[in-house]
């Protein structure tokens, strides 16, 4: 391979202005450097310059553009060179990488492969570059789903590091972390746990506790304890998942506030109040410097704080908080936007769980209407404010209101679930308990006989549900002068009830 001066000129000053971080400058040149390269007639030189012009379209995420100077740079190389050349190691390298990053799997697949082949007969089976290698393609193979394969790539790169580096090494740390990946990916989060608290522990040791790598297995990790239900765990891994994010991120910047409020969180699953406040508190002050008091991402901070003070038991700080945080979204973004609608649901939810049927009705019906116009009738979001709306009538003795919208959900589950759907049963049961309160008895009977045999069959004949139809049936029968009937079927009841209390 001769090179010519021209040649020569154009690429180093195209990898100059990549080192300068001028990459307007750095494609003028490489270009010049390719065109010089294909007078020359030297394919090789040519190679080389595709390949950098490809690595500077890469670098730019200019991944369509990178593509066919990849790929011509490998056709030459293989067609020129010996295949375990190393020009040829970086053509697949480079064309692998870059169909990863593409969402190209399938297509990374081969070269991957390739390189795979290459290093094992180059180097051995045992070597750690065999290893990387090994580890792309089960990365490739994971973000295709195919998990199983995936595992056994990684368990076999897991073992050839181990072995050449040592079980203590931050790429044995990778590799755990990969492979805890896979577990979450199949919702199997018991395994995986310990996975990631080995990796971290690790990394730790071997690059350092303020390391940015350590950033994405913390953030797993404390996931995957939230998930198991280990809060005081959870709540250790963000601490120090804040802490690396202040260190390598600027104190206010955005990811270092959502970090605060997830460790609020946590500490809120704790039952730490003033903690989950005091952070709380803190992301907002920054949320409002940034955004202004009245911006919908403070007043989701205000929901926040208010949902602390209602953990806590403190109702009417936390009234005062949704209201408010209500007000600040349906001023900035409308009644009707997606803000709006969910503080309206925090505030409906306050009022409804403490038994404020009253203040709690005008926000369900509101609720309901926005969601019918939105997401429609059938949705399962709209029907559950209907459902709750339709508490908040049968707790005010509003039987007329709940009697319409029962029939109303009663008829669109049917056309939505089937007609033998629990939540079908469900209105049967609301409608034959208003209807046995009007004393239409006949009526009634009816709709308890089709809510205890939808549920019977949906849920079993030992459910709490059908406990609760045989207590209504039980009093119906009562009035209607069957006593015999109705002390069995409460005697039924209460057996049920009795034994699922037990469980």
């Known amino acids: 391979m001769s090179i010519n001066k021209e040649w020569k000129s154009y690429f180093d000053q195209g990898n100059q202005a990549i080192e300068a971080g001028n ?16 007078r020359g007639q030297d394919e090789l030189i040519t190679a080389t310059s595709l390949d950098r012009l490809g690595e500077l379209y890469f670098e730019m995420e200019q991944y369509d553009q990178a593509e066919p100077h990849f790929k011509r740079a490998l ?6 060179l010996k295949p375990h050349d190393d020009a040829v190691v970086s053509s697949l390298n480079n064309l692998s990488a870059l169909y990863f990053f593409q969402g190209k799997h399938d297509q990374a697949e081969a070269p991957c492969r390739k390189l795979c082949e290459i290093y094992e007969a180059v180097l051995g089976k045992d070597h750690a570059e065999v290893a990387t290698s090994v580890n792309n393609l089960a990365l490739i193979y994971s973000a295709q789903g195919k998990n199983q394969e995936a595992r056994g790539l990684f368990e076999r790169a897991l073992a050839i590091k181990e072995k050449a580096l040592g079980r203590e090494h931050p790429e044995v740390g990778d590799i755990l972390h990969n492979i805890a990946n896979i577990c979450i990916s199949e919702t199997n989060y018991e395994e995986a746990e310990p996975l990631l608290t080995e990796a971290v522990g690790i990394l ?23 998930v198991n239900g280990n809060h005081k765990a959870t709540s250790k891994h963000l601490e120090k998942l804040l802490a690396l994010k202040e260190i390598n991120l600027a104190p206010n910047h955005p990811e270092v506030v959502d970090c605060i409020i997830n460790l609020a969180s946590s500490y809120l699953y704790e039952g730490r109040f003033a903690d989950a406040e005091r952070l709380y508190k803190r992301a907002m002050g920054i949320r409002e410097r940034a955004k202004g008091r009245q911006s919908p991402e403070v007043a989701e901070i205000i929901a926040a704080i208010a949902f602390v003070h ?14 408010e945080a209500l007000a600040i979204c349906e001023q900035s973004r409308g009644q009707k936007s997606p803000e709006a609608e969910a503080r309206l649901w925090d505030l409906a939810c306050l009022y409804h769980n403490n038994a404020r049927y009253q ?37 005010q003795t509003k039987y007329k209101e709940a009697e319409e919208l029962l029939n109303k959900l009663k008829k669109l589950r049917e056309e939505t679930l089937g007609p033998d759907h629990q939540d079908v049963a469900a209105c049967m049961h609301y409608l034959a308990e208003i209807m046995r309160h009007d004393g239409r008895f006949d009526q009634a009977e009816g709709y308890y006989k089709r809510a205890l ?24 029968l009562a009035a209607t002068y069957r006593e015999m009937e109705a002390e069995h079927m409460k005697v039924c009841a209460e057996a049920i009830l009795k034994a699922s209390a037990q469980r």
């Open 204 to 226: 730790e040791n071997t690059i350092g506790s303020d390391h940015a790598d350590l950033i994405p297995i913390l953030t797993s990790l404390a996931a995957v304890s939230q």
């Open 23 to 38: 990459y307007e400058q750095a494609e003028t040149m490489l270009k010049a450097a390719l065109s010089s390269a294909e």
């Open 359 to 395: 203040k709690a009705e005008p926000l369900w019906q509101r609720l309901s209407k926005l969601r019918e116009e939105t997401l429609g009738a059938e949705h399962p979001d709209t029907q559950a404010c209907m459902d709750s709306l339709t508490i908040c009538y049968l707790q």
């Open 453 to 476: 045999d939808i549920r019977t069959k949906a849920l079993g004949p030992n459910h709490p549900e059908v406990a609760h139809s045989l207590e209504g049936y039980a009093l119906l």
């Open 310 to 323: 209602q953990s806590d038991n403190k109702y009417l700080l936390a009234e005062n908080l949704y209201k």
């Open 75 to 80: 056709g030459i190389r293989e067609r020129l």
